[in-house]
């Protein structure tokens, strides 16, 4: 079964430290891979995507993610975390490409906490 | 536009009782999801309707659990004979037509606690 694994569960940063959450999945067909965000009170919502092409993929708020294919690896990163980066991350792949299904498989979230 | 928009926001429950869930997609967005998050746990998918097609009921973890959609409307999940396991947050989320990259719009969530 297509799984999702997000090694750290919580960290801690001061601010303008830089950041990196991993992310590993298990699929050896075509994936589409995900990071959302929830800030605290706030819906999920998409920080970034990767569908085909530059697996360096940048998206809202200066992050970025690079897939890996040949490690199953998507990894969020960004350079200098800020307070307001305080929230909960999710990585999702979507393994049903050209399929019947578009379901999500996600990981258990990283609660990241940036202190002032 | 307005985004996935979910109600109740807050349900408690005795166990027992059936509760029922609504979730109204994005104007436009034939797609449908349903979701559910356990304290401490990452999202479990539950079903996923596309226009009019049979929905992928893959997820749903029994038979006391169903939903419905009209046509690419409103969606109701349905779970009756509550358990105190099924507390949980149960997230709706719609896109466009799947491709495999469409992205998926969230709505707030129903907490629903059964005591």
């Known amino acids: 079964a297509q799984s999702v694994s997000q090694h750290n569960h919580h960290v801690i940063l001061s601010e303008a430290a830089s950041l990196e959450l991993g992310c590993n999945y298990s699929y050896g067909g075509t994936v589409n891979l995900f990071w959302y965000v929830q800030y605290p009170g706030q819906h999920l919502q998409l920080l970034l995507k990767y569908f085909s092409g530059d697996p360096l993929v940048k998206g809202i708020k200066g992050f970025e993610a690079e897939f890996i294919k040949s490690k199953f690896s998507f990894n969020l990163r960004k350079p200098s975390v800020q307070w307001s980066d305080t929230a909960e991350y999710f990585c999702?792949?979507?393994?049903?490409?050209?399929?019947?299904?578009?379901?999500?498989?996600f990981g258990t979230g990283t609660l990241l906490a940036v202190q002032p | 536009g307005a985004g996935v928009s979910q109600s109740p926001s807050n349900k408690v429950t005795e166990k027992g009782k059936d509760v029922e869930l609504r979730c109204d997609p994005i104007s436009g967005h034939t797609a449908l999801y349903w979701y559910r998050q356990r304290l401490g746990q990452g999202l479990e998918f539950l079903i996923y309707f596309q226009g009019n097609s049979a929905p992928d009921k893959s997820g749903l973890p029994s038979d006391r659990f169903s939903a419905e959609r009209t046509g690419e409307s409103v969606s109701t999940l349905t779970i009756q004979r509550t358990q105190q396991e099924d507390s949980a947050v149960y997230l709706c989320a719609s896109s466009l037509a799947p491709g495999g990259g469409e992205t998926q719009y969230f709505g707030p969530g129903t907490r629903l606690l059964v005591l």
């Open positions: 999702a792949v979507n393994a049903g490409y050209g399929g019947a299904t578009n379901k999500l498989i």
